[in-house]
C-alpha cells in the first residue's frame, strides 16, 4: 500500500489553489493539473509499505499542533510547478516528531527535508510570472494519513486515518 501523511484543506483554501489553477490555464500554462480532489500539502511521504497499522500506531500517539499555513508564491522547481507555502514551526517541529519516531521504529519514509507546498501542475510549461497566489490561509489541527491507487491512468487518494481535532 503506497501511503503519505498529508495536510488536507478546507473548502475556501481548496477553492481558491483551484481558481489559481483556472488562471494558469486561461495564461496558457499546459501540463498535468492536479485534481482539486486530490490538492493537499505532503508531510511526509512513507511510499509502498505493509505497516499501515504500525505508521497509524504511531501517528496517534503524536499530538498535531494548531498550525497556521498560508499560500505564499508560485515556483516552478523543475517541472513541477508548485504553491509555496509559508508555514508554521509547529507544523515543521510535528514533521520532524514523526519523521524521528518513524526512525526509531524503523517505518522507511522519504527522508527528504520538508519544504511545505502544493504541487499544482507537473510537466508545467508556459509564463506563471504573472499570475499571483491569493492571501489564503487556515489553521492546520487535523492531519491525513493517505493511500494512494493508480486507477484508469488516475491517481486517487483515499484517507485511512485522520490525526488530531
Not at 14 to 29: A, R
Not at 69 to 75: P, S, T
Amino acid at each position: 500500500m503506497r501511503l503519505f501523511l498529508a495536510v488536507q484543506f478546507d473548502k475556501k483554501f481548496n477553492q481558491s489553489l483551484i481558481q489559481v489553477m483556472h488562471d494558469l490555464k486561461k495564461s496558457g500554462v499546459t501540463g498535468n493539473y492536479v485534481p482539486g480532489a486530490n490538492l493537499h500539502m505532503t508531510l511526509v511521504f512513507i511510499g509502498e509499505t505493509n505497516q499501515a497499522q504500525e505508521v497509524k500506531d504511531i501517528l496517534k500517539n503524536i499530538p498535531v499542533p494548531p498550525a497556521r499555513i498560508k499560500l505564499d508564491e508560485l515556483q516552478l522547481k523543475g517541472n513541477l510547478l508548485h504553491a509555496e507555502v509559508k508555514g508554521n514551526q509547529k507544523l515543521k517541529s510535528y514533521v520532524s516528531n514523526v519523521k524521528d519516531a518513524f526512525e526509531a521504529a524503523g517505518i522507511p519514509f522519504d527522508k527528504k527535508k520538508f519544504m511545505p507546498h502544493i504541487t499544482l501542475v507537473r510537466k508545467a510549461a508556459g509564463n506563471y510570472k504573472g499570475i499571483a497566489l491569493p492571501k489564503e490561509e487556515m489553521t492546520v489541527s487535523k492531519v491525513s494519513l493517505l493511500k494512494s491507487v493508480q486507477k484508469d491512468g488516475k491517481r486517487i487518494y483515499t484517507e485511512i486515518a485522520a490525526f488530531g481535532k
